[in-house]
């Protein structure tokens, strides 16, 4: 991918930040819905979910 992004008139490096950076966003969103999903779930009424299977 350097060799790639060096042929550009101005060139630019690409670090191990930008991918701890794309990781650490990904995880978060993934945590994110997890735990609201969790949550609804919990909270949800049994007896409702119940009555419609």
Sequence with gaps: MNKWLQDFAYPVGIGYGVFLLAA??????ALLTISVRAIRAA???????????
Aim: zero cysteines; charged letters at 20%.
């Design 24 to 29: 650490g966003i990904a995880f978060t969103i």
């Design 43 to 53: 909270t949800a009424n049994p007896v409702k979910s119940l009555r419609t299977e």
